[in-house]
Nanobody, 125 residues
């Protein structure tokens, strides 16, 4: 059974950093496009950063470009999201998702195969 488990969320002050992890089991991450998405209360789920299989292409949303970095550790079958210079508007539940058929883009609707349960990030003083 394919599973994704996110971790690393928490409460952080504005300007601080967090690193989220997304660990996969039941499948090999390298052959999948991986995306990080977030959903704030009352808002739609939005794509934050996505990376294609074999890391050919990476997409960052404009609101996180230059602050967030995605990386993949194939040996651990884990993808990380390093978030720096956090702002209150980054507060959301963060999800990772994987799909073997996504070639590019970072729309949540494209990721159909595997989703994690989410981890909550709260940026507040």
């Amino acid at each position: 059974q394919r599973q994704l488990v996110e971790s690393g969320g928490g409460l952080v002050q504005p300007g601080g950093s967090l690193r989220l992890s997304c660990a996969a089991s039941g499948f090999t991450f390298d052959y999948y496009a991986i995306g990080w998405f977030r959903q704030a209360p009352g808002k739609e789920r939005e794509g934050v950063v996505c990376i294609s299989s074999s890391d050919v292409r990476t997409y960052y949303s404009d609101v996180v470009k230059g602050r967030f970095t995605i990386s993949r550790d194939s040996a651990k079958n884990t993808v990380y999201l390093l978030m720096n210079s956090l702002k209150s508007e980054d507060t959301a539940v963060y999800y990772c998702a994987a799909d073997s058929l996504v070639l590019d883009g970072c729309e949540a609707s494209k990721y159909l195969e595997v989703w994690g349960q989410g981890t909550t990030v709260t940026v507040s003083s």
